[in-house]
Nanobody, 126 residues
Framework: QAQLVETGGGLVQAGDSLRLSCTAS????????AAWFRQAPGKEREFVAG????????FVANSVKGRFTISRDNVINTVYLQMNNLKPADTAVYYC???????????????????WGKGTLVTVSS
């Protein structure tokens, strides 16, 4: 049974950095595309960053471009989301996801993902 577990969330101040980790069991990141999504209170879940199945292509949402980076370590089956210069608007539950997707192009929609974690809360105070 596939399981994704996110860690690294917490309460930080505006301008701080956090690194989220997503460790998988029952699913291998080296054979799957990976992505991060987030859902703020009262809002719909939105795409944050994605990494192609082959690992060569990444894509981040305009709202976090230049501040967030997705990466993966296939040896330990973990995907990361490095978040710098955090803003109060980044406050949300962050979800890790994996799916077959394209080998060459990073996923950008939730419909491309097959497996989901339960999320980790990131709160950014002003």
């Amino acid at each position: 049974q596939a399981q994704l577990v996110e860690t690294g969330g917490g309460l930080v101040q505006a301008g701080d950095s956090l690194r989220l980790s997503c460790t998988a069991s029952g699913v291998t990141f080296s054979a799957n595309a990976a992505a991060w999504f987030r859902q703020a209170p009262g809002k719909e879940r939105e795409f944050v960053a994605g990494s192609s199945r082959g690992g060569s292509d990444t894509f981040v949402a305009n709202s976090v471009k230049g501040r967030f980076t997705i990466s993966r370590d296939n040896v330990i089956n973990t995907v990361y989301l490095q978040m710098n210069n955090l803003k109060p608007a980044d406050t949300a539950v962050y979800y890790c996801a994996a799916g077959q997707g394209s080998y060459y192009y990073a996923p950008r929609t939730s419909g491309e993902m097959d497996y989901w974690g339960k999320g980790t809360l990131v709160t950014v105070s002003s």
